[in-house]
C-alpha cells in the first residue's frame, strides 16, 4: 500500500471534495443558522469531559465550533482539519478512515439525508497530545445541506473510550433504513476489494483465503482443507499465511495487534472490508 504524509492525504481529499463539489459558488443552504444554533447549545451544555465536538465545512476542509478539544490536549481555537488527520497514529489507518469517509459521502447521495440525518458511528485511535494513542467513538451527521440535498458540512462527535489496543473501526449507519443499511455497508466491502494493488496489496488468492477465514465461524478450517478449497498446495497456503501477515501490518501498521492470517481475516470483518 502506498502510504501518504498527512499534507498527500490532505491534497487528496481536496481532489475527491473538488471532484464531488466542482461549482460550490452556487450551492444554496438549506439548513437555517437557527436550527444550527439551537443543536451547538444542546451539545455544549450536555458535553462531559471525555467528548469534544466540530463542525466540518466539507468544500473548504476548514473547521468551526471545535469545543472541548482540550480532552486530548489540544486548543479549540487554533485546531485545524490538518491537525485532526495528523492525530490518526499511522498512515494505513489515516487511508483507511479517509477511505471510508469518501464512500460515506458517495452514498448519501443514494439516501434521504437531513440535518443530523442519517448518522455514520465507527471506531477511531487518535493520539493525545501527550503521545498516547487512545480509542474513541466517533459519529458523524450532516450539518449543512445544499439545494440538491448533498452534504456540504458535518458534525463530528467524539467520545473518549480507552487506550487504544487495535480495536476494529466497526463503521455502522443509524438512522438508516435496514435494507440500505446493508447495502451501504456491501459497497463499503466492494471499495475495499477492488481497490488498485498499490493500495489492497493482498492478491486475488489472498483475498480468497481471508473470505474463507471469514466464512468459517467454527474457527475449524485447517490449510489442508483452504488448500482443496482454492486448489493450491498446503505449503504454498503456509507461505500464503506469511505475506498475508506482512502485507497486512504494511497497510494498517506494524502495532495491528494480529498474529495469523485468520486474525487479519477477523479484523477486516470487524472493519466491513470483506465481501
Known sequence: M?????????????????????????????????????ELNKLKQGLRTEQFFFVVDFVTLTLSHATGLEALGYKDDIFTFRKYLSMIPNGGM???????????????????????????????????????TLLLKRTISPWQLNQDGKITAYLSEFVI???????????????????????????????????????????????????LYAADQQGSLTAKEIAQATQTQPLTIQGYHKTILTKAKQMFGDDLPVKTARDVSTFLQKNRLLS
Open 161 to 211: 473510550l480507552k487506550e487504544y489496543e487495535g480495536e476494529p473501526l466497526n463503521p455502522r449507519f443509524l438512522d438508516v433504513d435496514p435494507v440500505k443499511e446493508q447495502a451501504y455497508n456491501q459497497i463499503i466491502r466492494q471499495l475495499f476489494a477492488n481497490l488498485p494493488a498499490k493500495q489492497n496489496l493482498f492478491s486475488p488468492k489472498e483475498m480468497e483465503i481471508l473470505r
Open 2 to 38: 502506498q502510504l501518504f504524509t498527512v499534507e498527500e492525504e490532505y491534497k487528496r481529499i481536496q481532489t475527491f471534495v473538488n471532484t464531488l463539489y466542482p461549482d460550490p459558488d452556487s450551492f444554496q443552504k438549506v439548513i437555517s443558522p437557527e436550527l444550527q444554533a439551537d
Open 94 to 132: 489515516l487511508q483507511l478512515i479517509t477511505l471510508l469517509g469518501k464512500q460515506t459521502f458517495r452514498m448519501a447521495d443514494h439516501t434521504s439525508t437531513s440535518f443530523l440525518s442519517p448518522k455514520l458511528v465507527s471506531n477511531i485511535p487518535l493520539q493525545h497530545a501527550n503521545g498516547r
